[in-house]
């Protein structure tokens, strides 16, 4: 399943199954589990763990030293999770010291072409990240989460769960979950309710999550206190029980 123009270090391990196209480089600690399949000039370098059933495509780089000029060689990770599919052209860096020395990405993620997640970044599952978007280190994206084309994504920020940007967003603070934004600078827009609808949410529970997001922008209360409105509406709502806990460790401020 190997091609023999592909250049496979033989201290790597991997799986017996696994396909790997000519003239693709995989290094020496790199793991690679069964079922997936890896293009022509893909190099992986490690160390590095990639789960089962993903596909990636040509020209991608995964697992090469962090661009960071504090790095100083120490053996951070890259790790993949299962059934994602990664692009052309998508380069995926290792963590640094600094943070917790990894970069993670979950299960089911669809990861178009030109993709760039930077050192420390931790991606959820079910994620969709469009042509080019881009992430500065130790950004977090939560499940379920959509990022328009040539979306790009300062430095430490988090981006909350069923949260979707428009073409060229330029985010420099928290998105909350469920908010939909677009704009350089990125503003909000209202909630995903498309996105909510098409994996499951009722009407009853999108209406919900509409007078939450209502608290956050449009009360002209302080974060602090809808926040605490929003921990009253959690204990009768489950779908609100996720945003004051993301508001409450929002460090850099949220999208207004």
């Known amino acids: 399943?190997?091609?023999?123009?592909?250049?496979?270090?033989?201290?790597?391990?991997?799986?017996?199954?696994?396909?790997?196209?000519?003239?693709?480089?995989?290094?020496?600690?790199?793991?690679?589990?069964?079922?997936?399949?890896?293009?022509?000039?893909?190099?992986?370098?490690?160390?590095?763990?990639?789960?089962?059933?993903?596909?990636?495509?040509?020209?991608s780089?995964?697992?090469?030293?962090?661009?960071?000029?504090?790095?100083?060689?120490?053996?951070?990770?890259?790790?993949?999770?299962?059934?994602?599919?990664?692009?052309?052209?998508?380069?995926?860096?290792?963590?640094?010291?600094q943070d917790n020395g990894l970069t993670s990405i979950g299960n089911d993620n669809w990861i178009m072409a030109y993709v760039h997640l930077a050192h420390d970044c931790r991606i959820g599952s079910d994620t969709i990240f469009a042509n080019g978007a881009t992430l500065a280190g130790h950004v977090q994206i939560e499940d379920k989460v959509i990022l328009g084309a040539f979306t790009i994504i300062h430095q430490f920020c988090r981006v909350g769960y069923h949260a979707f940007t428009g073409m060229g967003s330029i985010i420099k603070s928290d998105v909350p979950p469920y908010t939909m934004l677009d704009g350089n600078p990125a503003e909000p827009h209202g909630v995903n309710t498309e996105g909510l609808k098409r994996t499951g949410y009722t009407v009853q529970q999108i209406q919900t999550i509409r007078r939450a997001y209502k608290l956050i922008y449009k009360s002209g209360l302080r974060l602090r206190e809808a926040i605490e409105q929003l921990d009253a509406m959690a204990q009768q709502h489950e779908e609100i029980k996720r945003l004051p806990g993301f508001l409450r460790l929002c460090e850099r401020g949220i999208i207004r």
Not at 38 to 52: A, Q
Not at 70 to 82: D, H
């Open 61 to 97: 780089s995964l697992g090469d030293a962090p661009q960071d000029k504090k790095y100083a060689g120490e053996p951070t990770r890259l790790t993949i999770g299962e059934r994602n599919v990664i692009r052309e052209y998508c380069t995926f860096n290792r963590g640094t010291v």
């Open 1 to 59: 399943m190997i091609d023999p123009q592909a250049i496979v270090d033989p201290h790597a391990k991997i799986a017996a199954d696994v396909e790997i196209g000519a003239f693709t480089i995989i290094g020496r600690d790199v793991e690679i589990d069964s079922g997936t399949w890896i293009g022509p000039h893909v190099v992986i370098n490690g160390p590095t763990r990639i789960g089962k059933d993903n596909k990636i495509y040509q020209f």
